[in-house]
């Protein structure tokens, strides 16, 4: 498996549901795009545990890693 790292590829997805087909889905891309020697991140909706929005409140750090991620990628998946 080759990755220089010099392409960024984030994967965002996932369900509530315990098998998660989309998100199986989206891994076996970023897998291709990891043999193709990108660098990859795969972000799960499920294991972020993310906030409902509120305004009034700073961003919560998991919150600011998505942000982070998604800000420094060369490209986003999404299911």
């Keep these: 498996m ?3 790292g010099s392409i960024r590829v984030v994967g965002l997805g996932g369900s509530l ?3 998660s087909t989309s998100l199986a889905a989206l891994k076996l ?3 291709g795009a990891s043999d193709a020697g990108a660098k990859t991140t795969p972000l799960d909706i499920r294991s972020l545990d ?3 929005y509120a305004p009034d409140l700073a ?3 998991r919150v600011i890693q998505i942000c982070n991620e998604v800000h ?3 490209g986003l998946m999404m299911e």
């Design 2 to 4: 080759k990755n220089s």
């Design 17 to 19: 549901s315990k098998v």
């Design 29 to 31: 891309a970023l897998q």
């Design 50 to 52: 993310l906030p409902i």
């Design 59 to 61: 961003p919560p750090p």
């Design 72 to 74: 420094h990628a060369n």
